[in-house]
Each structure stands twice: as structure tokens, then as C-alpha cells.
């Protein structure tokens, strides 16, 4: 059990177009959802924290208007990466975590390369 | 505040060889201590956890980690390396709040034959 998804796993979008992931919980409901960004070589860096029905709560440095995140359900939350830009090219993980209990479960991740 | 430092960036052992990663942590309230492992291009797995029961934890895979709140630290082992084990491996801790985790700067692990 336990299990996230996260689509598309892979996306190539040209610069200014939006993209939208989507992360899902297929046998759990996540009342809390975790987006990471990981460039080549590097660590997790936590983008934001979503509960389901609230605003996302952003990282420092991370803009909110750019990386825009909704969680309108307990299985599902989304990242839409607005004008996207090719420094905006990474991998992006999410996760989740179930009502009361801090165990995060990881997506396998998507790959975004805007060209 | 809370953060976990790994020791080398990139360990490398032979077949059958003990692996030893290394982790030492910061944290300002009892810690939850967290390694993971992440195989290219997916997302990350986890390989045990401590959670202030037991010291010596078991994970999968035939890996362990011994928290040692003298030292600060909770270092992953395996007696013997396999292949398959090449990958890289993070360790993390929750934050002060419990709400998220801070992660390592990873280490990657090579076996050779």
C-alpha cells in the first residue's frame, strides 16, 4: 500500500507555455502532499506543502505565482510551472502523507526540459 | 534548526565489500532520522527509519543504521554489497515543526565486480 503516481513522467514544453503535474495517491488519502525540486546531481530542495482544501505554503525563495500548486482533493494535487523557462528544467518529485502519521510517500517523479 | 550532513559525496565499494554511509545530524529536539534511496530518473524509496525506539534499526534490502545520539549520527551499513545496490542514497530529518524533511546532499554509492 501506500503507492504515489505522478504524471506526466516526462515533458518537454517550449519556453512561455505552462505544464501541468499531477500527483496522486492511488490507495490512501494524503491530507498533506510535498513538492521537491532536484537538479543533476543534487539534492531534494522542498518547494512547498499542501493541504488538502488550503493554500499551498511555500518555501522561501520559491515563487508562488510561477509554481502554482492546488491540492482540491485527497487523492490529488497538482503543479502547474507557469512561463516556463529553461532554468525552470529539473526533476520534480512529489509526495504524500496520510492524516496524522509523518511518513511521506515519493512519486517516481517527473522530468521537465523546457526548450 | 535541523539538518543532516553526509559524509562523501561518493563512496565506492567492491562486490560483497561492508558499505558505510555516513550521516550526522543536527537537531535541536529528539530526531526522526530518515535514509532513502533513489535509483536514476525515480523517485526515492525508503530504506528504514528511526523514530526514538530502537537504536539499531532494520531496513530493506539487508541495509541498517545505528543511531548514536553521542556522535550525532546515524550512518547506514551493509555487510555485503550487491550490484544492485549502486544508486544514491539520502538521509533526512524532519524539521523543527515535524512538517517536512530536510534532506542530505546525497551520496552516491558504485559497486564494482
Known amino acids: 500500500g501506500a503507492v504515489v503516481s505522478q504524471h506526466p513522467s516526462w515533458v518537454i514544453c517550449k519556453s512561455g507555455t505552462s505544464v501541468k503535474i499531477e500527483c496522486r495517491s492511488l490507495?490512501?488519502?494524503?491530507?498533506?502532499m510535498f513538492w521537491y525540486r532536484q537538479f543533476p546531481k543534487q539534492s531534494l530542495m522542498l518547494m512547498a506543502t499542501?493541504?488538502?482544501?488550503?493554500?499551498?505554503?511555500?518555501e522561501q525563495g520559491v515563487e508562488k505565482d510561477k509554481f502554482l500548486i492546488n491540492h482540491a482533493s485527497l487523492t490529488l494535487s497538482t503543479l502547474t510551472v507557469t512561463s516556463a523557462h529553461p532554468e525552470d528544467s529539473s526533476f520534480y518529485i512529489c509526495?504524500?502523507?496520510?492524516?496524522?502519521?509523518?511518513?511521506?510517500?515519493f512519486g517516481p517523479g517527473t522530468r521537465l526540459t523546457v526548450t | 534548526a535541523q539538518s543532516v550532513t553526509q559524509l562523501g559525496s561518493h563512496v565506492s565499494v567492491s562486490e560483497g565489500a561492508l558499505v558505510l554511509l555516513r550521516c550526522n545530524y543536527s537537531?535541536?529536539?529528539?530526531?526522526?532520522l530518515f535514509w532513502y534511496v533513489q535509483y536514476p530518473n525515480q523517485g526515492l524509496q525508503l530504506l528504514l527509519k528511526?523514530?526514538?525506539?530502537?537504536?539499531l534499526v532494520k531496513g530493506i534490502n539487508g541495509f541498517e543504521a545505528e543511531f548514536k545520539k553521542s556522535e550525532t549520527s546515524f550512518h547506514l551499513t551493509k555487510p555485503s554489497a550487491h550490484m544492485s545496490d549502486a544508486a544514491e542514497y539520502f538521509c533526512?530529518?524532519?524539521?523543527?515543526?515535524?512538517?517536512?524533511?530536510?534532506f542530505g546532499k546525497g551520496t552516491t554509492l558504485s559497486v564494482s565486480s
Open positions: 528511526y523514530t526514538s525506539a530502537a537504536t
Open positions: 533526512a530529518v524532519f524539521n523543527q515543526a515535524g512538517t517536512a524533511l530536510i
Open positions: 537537531s535541536s529536539v529528539p530526531p526522526y
Open positions: 499542501s493541504n488538502e482544501g488550503s493554500k499551498a505554503t511555500y
Open positions: 490507495d490512501f488519502q494524503a491530507t498533506t
Open positions: 509526495s504524500a502523507s496520510k492524516s496524522g502519521a509523518y511518513e511521506q510517500y
